[in-house]
Each structure stands twice: as structure tokens, then as C-alpha cells.
């Protein structure tokens, strides 16, 4: 298998694993009496959490980009 492939096909599962815990969290969160108390920092978290795998995928893209230019 391709590095490249096999690094994408591993960030796309770490991320979907990140984003069902997200979600989970979030449900727990809001199925509760009150949210807000109890779950302050989800907000921070989903931002951060986006943050990161923008800058992750731009990262590789560009990546890819110089080393095809390069050869």
C-alpha cells in the first residue's frame, strides 16, 4: 500500500473516532438537565477539534503538492 494512502485512510479513521466521541459527548451533554453546568468546555472542544483537522488535511495537501512538484 501507498504511505500516503495508508497515512490518509489513518487520519480519516482517528478523525471519524474524534468526531463519534464529539458526538457522544454532545448528546450526553444535551440530554442532561443542565447542560451548561456540567459540559462548559464542549464548545472549546468541537472549535478546537475542527481546528485541527483543517489544518491537518491542509497540511498533507500541501505535502503532496511539493513532493509531486518536486519529481
Given amino acids: 500500500m501507498d504511505k500516503q494512502k495508508f497515512l490518509l485512510k489513518l487520519l480519516a479513521t482517528v478523525f471519524g473516532v474524534?468526531?463519534?466521541l464529539l458526538g457522544f459527548e454532545m448528546y450526553r451533554c444535551f440530554s442532561s438537565n443542565h447542560p451548561m453546568q456540567e459540559c462548559p468546555q464542549v464548545e472549546n472542544t468541537f472549535e478546537k477539534t475542527f481546528n485541527v483537522i483543517i489544518a491537518t488535511t491542509l497540511a498533507l495537501l500541501t505535502g503532496s503538492a511539493i513532493s509531486k512538484?518536486?519529481?
Avoid: L
Fill in 18 to 20: 474524534q468526531m463519534a
Fill in 69 to 71: 512538484k518536486d519529481v
